[in-house]
């Protein structure tokens, strides 16, 4: 049973096109997270929700809304998509806000072309 | 801000020989560290994590890493390479602060990765 589970795994779609990535997790944790990694492997983190309340929302273009429908999803919603937004998106949740104990879906790979 | 430098974007050990990845960090107060592993295509898993408890951590796999406070460092290592191992690591450090009610709030900032590769 996959504790926190992303769709699509892969994503492949034209420029300016608008898209979104759904995650889940069945660990009863009250903090979500969105993580970019780039094409050099380097992970940044992009939103939290705490029980539904943004609560990190770092510095990243509008066209990036998250949405929290309930303290179980946390759902990405990409605007107008750029060349730049090829990564893997991470989401991620954790049992406190402290973010002590991540546990992170599989990933989706976005492919902007 | 707290940040984690790991030293060695690639690191090659032979089958059976000591491990040793390292990360060093900047921390303004007590931080809170981990280790997270990422095979490929697939997100990351928690090795172990320090959070001002024993200093020597034990993870999973039989990797543990050893924070001091000296030297800003908290190196992931374990004794004799599996095949198994290779992955890529990430050393990140907890950010921590309190909202206006007092609540601590997190978020983790990641080193570069090292990718460890394992000959037999």
């Known amino acids: 049973d996959t504790a926190v589970s992303q769709t699509p795994k892969y994503l492949v779609t034209q420029m300016g096109n608008d898209k979104s990535i759904k995650c889940e997790q069945n660990l009863g944790h009250d903090t979500m997270y969105w993580y970019k990694q780039d094409s050099k492997k380097f992970l940044k983190i992009m939103f939290s929700?705490?029980?539904?309340?943004?609560?990190i929302n770092e510095t990243v273009p509008n066209r990036f809304s998250p949405k929290s429908p309930d303290k179980a999803h946390l759902n990405l919603h990409i605007n107008s998509l750029e060349l730049g937004d090829s990564a893997v998106y991470f989401c991620?949740?954790?049992?406190?806000?402290?973010?002590?104990?991540?546990?992170f879906g599989s990933g989706t790979r976005l492919t902007v072309v | 801000a707290q940040s984690v430098t790991q030293l060695g974007s690639h690191v090659s050990v032979s089958e059976g020989a000591l491990v040793l990845l390292r990360c060093n960090y900047s921390?303004?107060?007590?931080?809170?560290l981990f280790w997270y592993v990422q095979y490929p295509n697939q997100g990351l898993q928690l090795l172990l994590k320090y959070t001002s408890a024993a200093t020597l951590v034990k993870g999973i796999n039989g990797f543990e890493a050893e924070f001091k406070k000296s030297e800003t460092s908290f190196h992931l290592t374990k004794p004799s390479a599996h095949m198994s191992d290779a992955a890529e690591y990430f050393c990140a450090v907890s950010d921590n602060w309190l909202n206006a009610g007092g609540t601590s709030y997190g978020k983790l900032t990641f080193g570069q990765g090292t990718i460890l590769t394992v000959h037999p």
């Open positions: 929700y705490n029980n539904k309340e943004l609560i």
């Open positions: 991620a949740s954790s049992q406190d806000v402290g973010g002590f104990g991540y546990t």
């Open positions: 921390s303004s107060v007590p931080p809170y």
